[in-house]
Structures are given as structure tokens and as C-alpha cells.
């Protein structure tokens, strides 16, 4: 999911017009399940033994078991098969039916991926992609990249070890468990969220470079330590995003991530916390605000025989802000911005998954901050509530034959019970002006992904 609003929290209020394609970027902007033909061809797996569903699963939630996740902590260099070529495609048809606005049938997104073994040591995954943008337009962008050199078969007090480097440029999207925003592709939208929210205003995703070192010890214990750097307006402006987008600059900026995991013949638990602490400015060369996400995470997998799997999973992000500056509330004169704030986003999702090809995927998102008259008009609270729900089928992604390519039907019914500290008139329109209220945002999609 594409960050929400490519605009600042604290620059006044939101339009009205927003609405009309909100709900449509919520639904079809990259919400790819990151499973790709090119790994079951290099390892001669079937889809269906790293992923929950034979085709990644549906939009919300995590989808890699416990062998999709050791696949990728050694760095996606398990292979079976020589020579196989690391390159995969994937086409997305989508309509959607939003409460308000027209309805629309396209082509909405074509991605190719580099992924896979290059070395014993070295592989990675690369997605570029193409995104329909309305009247005939298409931009293509470089999106997810996660390149990776592991030591695998390392002993340390006589238990296993593995070590790796990851150069990636999303915190968060390289991390194992898939519960992560940034892994999960979902985040609470609003008009505030955390850095590591990626549905977040001008979220760092993809707008940054950094690498990290990690680690799984005793096959239970990961960690995983770095640091990141925002790339400059113009390398992003080549890289397919635009200027709106920028994140500011980053500095001071470090990253970590602990996780205890446990896997049971049927069943697979883990618990982690994580933390991202930097100094951003935006504009560039603006004042910097201190910023500091600490978070945690649950997450837990029945298994079984493959024949009813259950998936579910909980993160909390809390932020704590220390603004560089105080502007003025742009509606009411002499009222100035609060120089402290905080922000908390919560993503709680339970996935059913029948013979790995039908399945239901809900999740309850909330996107939280301190009240600040200012900063939040109209209402001064950037509070919002919203659900996604998934049902999808996958016909194939089971047999061997299959690995050549895969297909997945879902549809996808995003709603809001409440947008920007309210539940109706959500942007304050006056009275005599049209209204927007919080359903208003809401819109339902039926996609079919294809991959090769």
C-alpha cells in the first residue's frame, strides 16, 4: 500500500476532493503478496509450501510459514533446480465500486521481479513496477528491494547460526515474521502514522537506502540491527516517485528488530518488538523533529495438514515527536502547534485458509495521536478506524506442474468507521457545502492478479 497522503501532517487541512480517489488508491496501490514463480522454479517448490495460501495469500495479514521464512532469512539462495532464471511477472486486472465516485475497470499494475540466487551466498528480491494512474498514464517505479549476502551453517555454543547483510529500502519489509507493515503491505491510513507505517504521509518506504545485519540463533532467536538515509529528490525523481512524496531528510537514523520464534510440528508462534529512532526534516531544509517508534508484535499460525490453516497477528506502533517548530494554526489566529505529540498505529488480522486456495482475510486498523488544534483541522484529532476484508481463491500453486505460473481471483471491501477525528462531515465542510463522512471512503474491489 502507497502512502496515504503524499502531504504533511501539520500544513492545514485536507481538501474535500480527496475522497474521489482515496478509497481507489487504499485498494490497488501495490498491494502485491510478494510470492513469486521465480523462487518455486530455483527451489522446485510448489507456492504452497512457503505460503499459506499457494499464491501468498490475500491482501491483509501474513502469508509465509515457517519454511517461507527460513527461505527468506537465508537469503532466498536455497536451490534445487540449476540455472533457473531469477525473473517472474506479475498483471493485475482490478474493478472498483467506490461509495462515491464512479466505478472503474483497468489494468492497474504490471511488476517485474529479479529475485532469487545469484551465489551460495548472495541473492535478493527486486520489484519494479507500473502503476495505471487514470487517462491513459501509466509510471513505472522501482518498488520493494531487499538484497541480501548470509552465512548459513555457522555453529555458536554448538547451536546453529546464520548471519546475513540486508541492503534494502523499506524498514521493516525485509523482517522474517511478515507482520510488519512494511512485510505485510499494510498500514492504518489517516492523515497522521508512524514512520514505520508505510500507509503513513510521506512514509519513508522506498524513499530510502540502508542496510542491516542479522542474525537467527538456535533456530528461535532474531535480531537484526541498522541504519537508513533517505535517498535525494532527484535520485527518487528517477526512481519513478515524485517530488510530493519525499520523506525530508533523514539523519541520525537507526533501526532494530528482536523477535522470538517457535515452531511446533502444527502450529508456529513468535513475539517481537521493534524500533526506528531518526531526526527528519521536511522540508529539507527545514527544522528537525526528533522521532522515535518502538513497537511490538504477536503472531500466531495453526498449521495442521495444510487442509485448515489459521493465521493471526497483532502490531502496535507507538511514536513519540519532538517538533522543531510550531506553526500557527492556519483557522485560528494566534493558536499555535503543540511542540510535542505522539502517534500510535494498530493493525489487528485473522486469516482462514481452506486447502490453501480459499480463504478470508479481515483486519481492524486504528491510527491514533495526541490532539492538537493546529496541526489537525478541523477537529484536532487525527484519529481513524478502518477494516479491510479479503476473500480470495487460488486455483493453482499446489502441484509441481504449476510453478510456471499462478492466478489468484479476490475481492476486497475496505471501510471507515472513522477519518480524520470524526465520523461525519470528516474535512469540516461549512454548512450549505457538501458533506463527506467517513463511509463515504469506503470501496469495494474485485481484482485478479496473475503471475509468471
Known amino acids: 500500500m502507497l502512502p496515504f497522503l503524499n502531504r504533511p501532517a501539520n500544513r492545514g487541512p485536507l481538501n474535500p476532493w480527496l475522497w474521489r480517489g482515496l478509497a481507489l488508491l487504499l485498494l490497488v496501490a501495490g498491494n502485491s503478496a510478494q510470492a513469486t514463480p521465480s523462487f518455486a522454479r530455483q527451489t522446485g517448490y510448489v507456492c504452497a509450501v512457503c505460503h499459506a495460501s499457494a499464491y501468498g495469500g490475500g491482501d491483509n495479514g501474513p502469508a509465509l510459514t515457517p519454511t517461507g521464512m527460513r527461505f527468506k532469512i537465508n537469503g532466498y539462495t536455497e536451490a534445487n533446480i540449476p540455472g533457473a532464471l531469477p525473473l517472474a511477472a506479475q498483471l493485475t486486472l482490478a474493478h472498483t465500486n467506490p461509495a462515491r465516485g464512479e466505478d472503474r475497470t483497468r489494468l492497474t499494475e504490471a511488476d517485474i521481479y529479479l529475485a532469487g540466487r545469484l551465489t551460495d551466498h548472495v541473492g535478493g528480491f ?14 513505472t517505479k522501482l518498488s520493494n ?91 527518487q525523481d528517477r526512481l519513478g516517485y515524485s517530488l510530493g512524496s519525499d520523506p525530508g531528510r533523514l539523519s541520525d537514523t537507526g533501526y532494530f528488530r528482536f523477535a522470538y520464534m517457535r515452531e511446533f510440528k502444527t502450529q508456529f508462534f513468535s513475539a517481537g518488538v521493534v524500533g526506528l529512532s531518526t531526526r527528519r526534516q521536511r522540508p529539507r531544509l527545514g527544522p528537525a523533529d526528533d522521532i522515535t517508534d518502538l513497537g511490538y508484535d504477536l ?84 484519529d481513524t478506524t478502518s477494516n479491510l476484508v479479503s476473500v480470495f ?60
Open 126 to 139: 527486486v520489484k519494479i513496477e507500473t502503476d495505471n494512474v487514470g487517462g491513459g498514464k501509466y509510471n
Open 145 to 235: 528491494l531487499d538484497l541480501r549476502f548470509v552465512a548459513k551453517s555457522l555453529k555458536l555454543g554448538g547451536k546453529d547460526l546464520t548471519l546475513g547483510v540486508s541492503v534494502n529500502n523499506n524498514p521493516g519489509f525485509n523482517d522474517p515474521l511478515a507482520v510488519l507493515p512494511a512485510a505485510s503491505t499494510l498500514g492504518p491510513p489517516g492523515v497522521t502514522g508512524t514512520v514505520l507505517n508505510l500507509s503513513s504521509p510521506a512514509a519513508p518506504a522506498n524513499h530510502v537506502i540502508g542496510a542491516t545485519v542479522y542474525g537467527l540463533y538456535d533456530s528461535n532467536w532474531y535480531g537484526e540491527v541498522g541504519t537508513y538515509n533517505s535517498l535525494q529528490p532527484s535520485v
Open 299 to 382: 503472531s500466531y499460525q495453526y498449521l495442521g495438514n495444510r487442509q485448515h490453516i489459521v493465521q493471526l497477528s497483532y502490531v502496535n506502533i507507538f511514536e513519540k515527536r519532538d517538533y522543531g517548530s510550531t506553526p500557527p494554526s492556519p483557522v485560528v489566529p494566534g493558536l499555535l502547534a503543540l511542540s510535542h505529540g505522539d502517534a500510535r498505529d494498530q493493525i489487528a488480522t485473522a486469516i482462514y485458509t481452506f486447502k490453501q486456495s480459499y480463504g478470508i482475510a479481515v483486519s481492524h486498523m486504528v491510527s491514533t495521536g495526541s490532539r492538537d488544534p493546529a496541526r489537525y483541522i478541523p477537529y484536532g484529532s487525527p
Open 393 to 452: 481463491w487460488v486455483p493453482f500453486g499446489k502441484e509441481s506442474f504449476n510453478s510456471l505460473a499462478n492466478l489468484r481471483i479476490y475481492g476486497t471491501w475496505f471501510r471507515f468507521s472513522r477519518f480524520n477525528g470524526a465520523g461525519t462531515n470528516i474535512f469540516g465542510a461549512p454548512p450549505g457545502v457538501p458533506a463527506t463522512n467517513a463511509r463515504d471512503l469506503d470501496a469495494f474491489t474485485i481484482s485478479v492478479s496473475a503471475a509468471f
